[in-house]
Nanobody, 123 residues
């Protein structure tokens, strides 16, 4: 499975941005997809996930209510709609996918990783 993430950029505090992640290859085997992020000088952290069979979602406390994860089955694509962005949301955002997990918050649980897309929240 290959993951291609895009949509990052520079946005002002309070603004919105939508990230996309397109999956290709053996996508029929996927059970969960989601997003992690890594801010400068910090460890990679869980952001949000969605379970493929039923679209059940799971969010980090820091983004719940501001970010929304969704999917488009026909396009094998997952989206992360980010709103009310804060400077502390600045990070490289990574798309993830796995064949057996859908809510794991540890990086080691996810088999497939995209290349990352940079989100910068700054005035």
């Amino acid at each position: 499975v290959q993951l291609q993430a895009f949509g990052g950029g520079l946005v002002q505090p309070g603004g919105c941005l939508r990230l996309s992640c397109a999956a290709s290859g053996r996508t029929f085997s996927l059970y969960g997809m989601g997003w992690f992020r890594q801010a400068p000088g910090k460890e990679r952290e869980f952001v949000a996930t969605i379970r493929w069979p039923d679209s059940n979602t799971y969010y980090a406390v820091s983004v719940k209510g501001r970010f929304t994860i969704s999917r488009d089955n026909a396009k094998n694509t997952v989206y992360l709609q980010m709103s009310s962005l804060k400077p502390e949301d600045t990070a490289v955002y990574y798309c993830v996918a796995d064949r057996s997990t859908s809510q794991a918050v540890g990086v080691e649980a996810w088999e497939y990783w995209g290349q990352g897309t940079l989100v910068t929240v700054s005035s």
